[in-house]
């Protein structure tokens, strides 16, 4: 292991979460929990159609309820369009009321603030919209007809509903295909699916006498959200303090800055009070953001031995009824194709489109998972074809450390070939495969994920990500920082970093984050797996500053030579070459305030990944293999057994990385077996956990997992992404599995009872 | 008028408090609103005798009854000693929680954490303690007598009550007194009273999983109460965070570590569960903190043309139980009998006598009001004698700039001779004295105090006032300081100066203050009329770095001559010689982010007061003039009118200056005249606003004043204090005023109209 990597003991150790036990004895506030004094509750009317202008919005009789303080409508706010692609204005399609036009079923239309949720619930009944309907689409072929009504009209063409395309063309592809020994062409279908987070969202806005704005909002991106509600209130942007308090969960569906943001801020404004609005979860999953549905085609080129030549990619998304983080999945989607093999020629043509359904927005592998479950699949697929083992096929073909995406990015490590090697040993896949028992089944899947996007999509001047480091006399420090842990454990691995690099026990450091008006501008906040590599390495600076002004204390002190290293751990501040020669952690601080006439020692940390290509500064890598049962006569499958080796780098929190593991195969045999929207007419029909189902505890396999010892150079103590990628290859490796044991290649998730009783002729 | 002091036309300008719309609107919260989930509700156990030991303490059948969380008594906590005289171990003399003996009837003795108030206070009548009573003095002679029982085992010389004692010598007394041409020589009795601020004391607290402390307090002083709240938790000082909501008064009781602090934070750390103790206003009069009550002897010398030549100065200053901020008031009292005329020659005793009466601590102008009293009622008196009218005496001896106090201070500015002329003028005092009707008086008292202490009492290693300015640019600014407003106005006055500095309008300054984790380390809080010269100092050093970093942007924007000056003003920063080559404020920090590759433009400014003598970098003066009836038959003084000319350097806020007239004016009406504790035996008997009385709107009198036009050089925009001084001549103006009423000269406050009609022979 590299000595890099382990830094005071306290690297590659399993730290229970910090915030465990607040939420495990209940005392943890979530948003929703905030009671302030004089508070009004706030309710927020839906569209109850798919697509239609809108003639006229009554809110008189809802103004004149005893109890009901504010009742708003587009045209009493400043309209101001908004998204979380401020680098592309024209991305921003979303208003936080519907103005002239409803284009889903749960499109935004008007807020109640009450001095009860039952008052402001009733005040809703109370509101009479009139609609001139307009015909609507439901899916991407319809929207993408000649005939298909236009759901927005400032299009970029302005002649279908496509917002926005992503291209890439890597080589030539005609010519490497010309040539192919073998092609293989597929088409998919890939579903939409929910976050299912466990808190929906809520917020709590209160606002002073000079127009300040404090949100307490269940983000995942304080910074995004004080931005845009800053632009949309038309305030100053430093007038809006975001504070996220305990998230039960985001997944991506908490990135952007949300309807019930607006309306809460709003109506305390106009009120003078504050303003709390909770979503139902009937809300979250009639309306909430969800997984995009894509329709893919894909077509691969390989020589004899199995070598890839080529690939064309294609893919059409479902966006739903606005762009929200559409573009970067179209965007992933497209880099995500060209991975995680090498495809020497590579063409993509990604085309985001819009329909009458509730938008589709980030989550968890935003468009990696798609792409890479066709791209699985289809060398699932071709090993078959061409007779050479699924393993054997993706070694040959594997990206290693140092390959390259044109034009994208450069893989600085990979762990791939190893992951591959190992979880087939893991398994004893060869063998295993060959003497299947009857209905039951093997198969692969294999992963790659970001670190934390490089593209300035949201268009901040300021560091990706920031922090600041004090530390005290009394052996103690205080780290801020904007991240914001909603759930997956960032705020220890943070504290876990710092004290490391300090010396010091995790407990002695304090942690405040994501209070947009407390902590360093900027951090964008908890997405596309960045919190890790980019907060840490914001860390690892501002440290880095802290223990040079403590260095100096230490050399003073002792009289050590120039050309003598200072080391930090075990609270002491001493010289490497005679750990004798040192102070306490503390006393080093006491010194340096003495030396600097009481200024307190502080220093600032930031991170921003610079020359990284477009898409990150670090990619994970993993294999997963799954083992299953299928029932021939009900098409149940029951999944035995997932076994996993991935490459996150350097492995800081083993316990939060095994939670990360659990938690991604829960929610990716969801994906691949049981969780879809049962839609009519635009209209989500299972909005409960009994018709929405999600795995539960009884239904998860038994679980099995190897780390894989790479060191990533960028990453803190060579970490890199833990979050995200492990949720992607469940879905090929059970769909390989399920293959495997009933002969059904299933390329339309997901893979339900009802599709293998069908493909085997039971029905 | 200095043009330094125009700062773009801020400084000079009333502007309303900050905190006044929620406060008239009831929002604002004070300790004592905030409901924490789960929070229990703390009771304490006082004792009911003034002097003890305490042989046994049985808290069974309280912890018995149903609904109560946790009884304490000094038992279960470590016993660590704690006063603010930190620099001098053995004047911290309190525990939280008496262990072997209590002192006062009200010492606290136990605490009870409950799921009620009404439980809490039922379970302290079922503590049971057992006493073995001990004798108790109730006055300074008493304890001071041979006979007199211990009340301090550990005093420094243990054979007396005197827990200190500070000595001024400055010059030959005894041959200063032996030629002198007059020498005046009195004994004066002050009294005790009440800061009856308005809201009383309250504390919250609740400890994290770790340790960690977060209390909320009705505090002057966030980082004195965080610190020792550490050290008598014996945890890490920064494990303790202290949050300072709306400050109902304080007044200088609220400026230490309290019982109640840490009983809701020791309870909360037992209980796991967040513990709320408020004060009832029965409490503050029965066992607060209060002015010192002295003994003082003073004799003065005079030559014949009325030139002071010598004082000497004696006090003894009844303590009560415990040292509080007894020290201090025994310094400022010596401090101020040197002042506010030159002596020559100086000596003063000064003796802190405990006595088994609730421990008197910081009030308003601790120490000066009653050396002041004493001083100018001398004065008065020596005008009389010496047949000189009281003006011209005090003109012919008043301290000017330049004056010093040997081994004390320098007086760097001083507008008392242009505060007693104006005064003088004002009132047309001379003429108006010569004729006046019968029954009616009229009379002068001047006065000085301190802008802020200089001495390092509280022993800290951090700079007195430090601060951190953030800017953005949205063209808003972000002031963070642990500074604590606590109703005197100073959040505003603190905007109002970086505003100022910075060229931007008020309202574009968030400010967050009081936070002891969030805020810059240190400020040593409010008291001593410190925080607008200190903070102030702060803000504008802080100021200045941010305003050098975005001159350099002006200057490489417009190619500005190096020896060009950039002014900010009008949110606009540009060159002083041309204006119209400038950019807005707001771009100025934008281009400055751009050039610093996406860091935030922040600055911490400090400010410590260094060789300055012992006691303050600054001291205001003033003269006051009071205007009186006395009704013959009843004794009933009615104060008509109070004219008063003072100098606190530039005035920054009117509005906030007049404010603190118009309250000084009331405290030392009350002071004066009415509010005085009933006591019977170490007991407090009157312990409701209807028993003790304070002036309320109805008794105030016509109030006319005028600021002196002085410039301090230590202050910011030349500014000093404002706020404890005033209330130092009423007593004396009021007193002399009576004097010419009725002839009676008060040596014994208050001025009742008992004594007027004992002394006018009318029973």
Redo the contacts between chains.
């Keep these: 292991m590299d000595p890099k990597k382990n830094k005071n003991n306290l690297i590659g150790k399993s730290i229970p979460r ?1 915030d465990a ?2 939420k495990v ?1 209940g ?1 943890a ?1 979530y948003t929703g ?1 905030i ?1 302030l ?2 508070m009004l509750h706030g309710k927020i009317l839906r569209s109850t159609v798919a697509h239609a202008k809108i003639l006229n919005i009554d809110i008189s009789a809802a103004l004149a309820l005893p109890g009901v303080k504010d009742v708003i409508t587009a045209k009493d706010t400043p309209c101001v369009k908004f998204g979380n692609w401020r680098l592309f204005p024209q991305t921003q399609d979303e208003l936080p009321l519907a103005l002239d036009k409803v284009r889903f079923i749960g499109d935004e239309i008007a807020a109640v603030a009450a001095i009860s949720a039952e008052i402001a619930e009733e005040a809703l009944t109370l509101i009479k919209v009139d609609y001139e309907i307009i015909p609507a689409v439901f899916n991407v072929d319809d929207s993408l007809a000649s005939s298909a009504p236009m759901i927005h009209d400032g299009n970029p063409d302005n002649t279908s509903n496509i917002s926005l395309d992503r291209k890439i063309d890597v080589g030539d592809i005609e010519a490497a295909f010309k040539d192919a020994y073998y092609v293989r062409e597929d088409s998919f279908t890939v579903h939409s699916h929910s976050h299912a987070y466990m808190e929906p969202c809520a917020s709590l806005a209160e606002v ?3 127009g ?1 704005v404090t949100l307490y909002t269940s983000t995942q991106t304080p910074y995004i959200v004080q931005c845009l509600l ?1 632009s949309t209130m038309e305030i ?4 809006v ?1 975001v504070i996220k308090p305990s998230v039960g969960g985001g997944f991506g569906g908490k990135m952007e800055l949300r309807a019930w943001d607006f309306c809460s801020a709003f109506m305390a404004k106009r009120t ?1 009070r504050p303003v709390r609005i909770v979503l139902t979860r009937e809300d979250e999953l009639a309306v909430g953001r969800r997984r995009h549905g894509m329709k893919i085609k894909s077509k691969v080129a390989f020589n004899k031995d199995g070598t890839i030549i080529a690939k064309d990619f294609e893919a059409y998304l479902d966006g739903g009824a606005y762009n929200s983080m559409g573009p970067t999945a179209t965007f992933l989607c497209g880099n995500f194709g060209a991975m995680i093999y090498r495809y020497p020629v590579y063409r993509y043509r990604g085309y985001h489109v819009y329909t009458n359904l509730p938008p589709s927005g980030a989550m968890r592998g935003f468009g990696a998972p798609q792409a890479l479950y066709v791209s699985e699949t289809q060398m699932n697929m071709a090993a078959v074809d061409l007779n050479i083992d699924p393993i054997e096929l993706r070694l040959k073909n594997a990206m290693v450390t140092g390959d390259k995406i044109e034009g994208v990015t450069t893989i600085s490590s990979a762990g791939l070939v190893e992951s591959i090697t190992k979880v087939a040993e893991m398994t004893n896949f060869l063998e295993k495969k060959k003497n299947l028992p009857k209905n039951k089944g093997i198969g692969i899947g294999c992963y790659s994920f970001i670190s934390g996007g490089v593209f300035n999509w949201f268009n ?5 990500s ?1 922090c600041e480091v ?1 530390v ?5 420090a ?1 780290l801020l920082t904007m991240s914001a842990d909603i759930g997956q454990g960032s705020d220890t691995v943070l504290r876990q970093i710092l004290a490391a690099d300090l010396g010091l026990p995790v ?2 450091i ?1 942690l ?1 984050a994501g209070d947009t ?2 902590t ?3 951090d964008l906040g908890t997405w596309g797996s960045r919190v890790t590599l980019m907060n840490g390495n914001a860390i690892l600076d501002a440290s880095k500053k802290i223990k040079e002004q403590l260095s100096k204390m230490a050399s003073l002190k002792f009289d050590l030579n120039v050309i003598h290293e200072v080391s930090f751990s075990d609270e002491r501040v001493y010289a490497k070459a005679n750990p004798k020669r040192g102070i306490t952690f503390g006393e080093a601080v ?1 010194m340096w ?2 030396a600097n ?4 020692l ?1 220093a ?1 940390g ?1 991170y ?1 990944p610079r020359d990284k290509g477009l898409t990150t500064p670090a990619y994970s890598f993993g294999a997963q293999v799954a083992e299953v049962d299928v029932d021939p006569e009900t098409g149940v499958i029951t999944v035995e057994r997932i076994t996993t080796a991935h490459d996150c780098g350097t492995v800081i929190n083993p316990l939060g990385v095994e939670g990360q593991l659990e938690g991604a195969i829960q929610m990716g045999i969801g994906y691949t077996l049981c969780e879809q929207f049962a839609m009519r007419d635009g209209k989500t029909l299972n909005t409960t956990f009994l018709d929405y189902k999600i795995p539960a505890a009884e239904d998860m396999p038994e679980i099995v997992s190897a780390a894989i010892d790479t060191y990533e150079p960028e990453g803190p103590f060579g970490a890199k992404e833990a979050g995200e990628g492990l949720v992607i290859p469940t879905a090929p490796a059970i769909s390989d599995a399920v293959f495997q044991a009933t002969g059904y290649r299933c390329k339309e998730l997901p893979i339900t009872p009802e599709k293998i009783l069908r493909a085997t002729g039971k029905i």
């Design positions: 910090i036990p607040a004895t005392k506030l929990d009671v004094p004089g002073d006498s000079e300040r800053a100053p942007e430093n007038y303090r003078g901040t001047q300021y560091n990706f920031s004090r005290y006399d009394d052996g103690t205080h407990e002695k304090r405040t008006a407390m360093p501008k900027c006491k305030v003495k006439r009481g200024e307190e502080t600032r930031y921003t």
